[in-house]
């Protein structure tokens, strides 16, 4: 029986709740409901015009409902009047299957259905910035090399403790916070679960981060490259995949302790990396971010190749323990759902079709990238990745060809949109429309 969120509200006094969902550009839509009402939500869903998302609908669509996941509840730390609910939407009945939450759902029974279940963590990175979004929050960060400065995060620490004792309330398990390499950039980690939670997790930890942060009169972005001189947001994801409690990417025997099963996901990745930019670096702003050159710290710590190796950040996939490996390349624009789902569906394709990744490399591939002439290199710009996708056919097969069709036509009309009012070109700063529309990624 599924938990009754009319019972759960009396128990917790909470007495609204925020029925959301995600659209393929990553934003956050929500409804606010009185507890009072939630039970016929519960079961009929918040109504939604689609038309006014980015999901690719018309006017003359129907009404599109958002069902509540009630596994999904999260009362609001900071707020306990509030829950939060993720949901899936539905229209006519069925499931829209270009929502990205039931795209991510589809994945995983996929892999399901070969008894395996995937695990992941993110690593979620964001700017402290003025209101205006062109500078820094902090005018005392200014170390070349600032990375884990303590001063600089104690400096925050009031926003920083309130995030954590949420996560910690929450029972997220987070084990560390720090000032990362850019001047104004934090991170915080928190442990890994089910791909599904972990991707619910991720669009609440946006959320809260940006509300915490405007408590404290302060404003956070996920934008992949806000300064061109400083390094952008990553979105760094650490994967496994288990068979109940078995860690089936662990192999002991192995140099860097992997399984045949994991090398075979690794090379389903690297197969569709270019087409899957498209999910992972999904703004025009994020090709600011990779390929990009040194910035101010010395390292960008983002890919421009891909490439797979052990203990070392300079390639776009780091194995740094058995058992898992980190995927380097997505920014902190993507959307948390297509992230999990890019990742479920190419690792299955390396799966099902036995993929070899080649010979892991231990160079620094930062200096040593003209050795390595043959490398794939990653896409450099929106329209490069959206025409990879568009042409995959391991991708169009997993999420259906009107998706990708729908996903691909509404971010070339965002295109469309900046070349009418700008120019990307990486040697020159950093866009108006870009700061318009990446900000509040």
């Known amino acids: 029986m599924p938990k009754n969120l009319s019972k759960i509200a009396k128990a917790k006094k909470i007495k609204y709740f925020l029925i959301s969902f995600v659209d393929l550009f990553g934003v956050l839509r929500s409804k606010l409901v009185p507890a009072q009402a939630i039970d ?33 509840l999260i009362q609001l730390p900071w707020n306990k009047e509030i829950g939060w609910l993720a949901s899936d939407l539905y229209m006519d009945g069925k499931p829209v299957k270009a929502s990205p939450r039931i795209m991510l759902k589809e994945q995983i029974k996929r892999m399901s259905q070969k008894k395996l279940q995937v695990k992941s963590g993110v690593e979620c990175e964001y700017f402290l910035i003025s209101e205006d979004g062109h500078s820094l929050a902090d005018k005392r960060d200014i170390q070349s090399k600032p990375c884990y400065d303590q001063s600089a995060l104690m400096r925050r620490y009031d926003l920083i403790k309130e995030i954590c004792d949420c996560m910690l309330e929450m029972g997220w398990k987070p084990y560390q916070n720090d000032h990362e390499d850019a001047n104004g950039q934090f991170e ?25 942060a405007e408590k404290h009169g302060l404003r956070a972005t996920f934008m992949p490259k806000p300064f061109s001189n400083l390094t952008g947001n990553g979105c760094h994801a650490h994967v496994s995949v288990w068979n109940g409690k078995i860690n089936k990417f662990l192999d002991n025997k192995d140099k860097l302790g992997l399984s045949k099963l994991a090398y075979n996901f690794l090379g389903g990745i690297m197969n569709n990396t270019q087409a899957l930019s498209a999910f992972f670096n999904p703004t025009i702003n994020s090709y600011r971010r990779i390929n990009a050159p040194p910035t101010k710290s010395g390292a960008t710590w983002s890919p421009s190749s891909i490439s797979y190796t052990g203990n070392n950040r300079t390639h776009m996939i780091r194995i740094p323990d058995k058992g898992r490996f980190e995927l380097r390349l997505m920014d902190g624009s993507a959307n948390p759902y297509l992230l999990q789902a890019g990742i479920i569906a190419a690792g299955l394709e390396g799966i099902n ?54 996903y691909v036509k509404l971010r070339t009309s965002e295109l469309k949109d900046f070349n009418d009012n700008e120019k990307f070109d990486k040697s020159k700063p950093i866009t108006k429309w870009e700061r318009q529309n990446t900000l509040d990624c």
Not at 45 to 62: C, E, H, K, V
Not at 189 to 198: E, K
Request: charged share 30%; net charge negative; hydrophobic share 35%.
């Open 353 to 406: 079709k036995k993929l070899n990744p080649g010979k892991p490399l231990h160079c620094n591939m930062y200096e040593d990238y003209k050795k390595y002439p043959n490398l794939s290199k990653l896409p450099n710009e929106l329209k490069d990745s959206l025409d990879k996708i568009e042409n995959n056919k391991e991708m169009n097969k997993a999420f259906g060809t009107e998706v990708i069709k729908s």
């Open 188 to 212: 915080m980690n928190w442990d890994y679960a089910d791909s599904l939670i972990t991707a619910d997790r991720h669009v609440f930890f946006k959320f809260m981060v940006k509300s915490l």
């Open 40 to 72: 016929e939500m519960q079961k009929d869903g918040a109504g939604f015009a689609g038309f006014a998302t980015w999901l690719d609908m018309t006017p003359a669509d129907s009404d599109m409902f958002g069902v509540p996941d009630p596994d999904s």
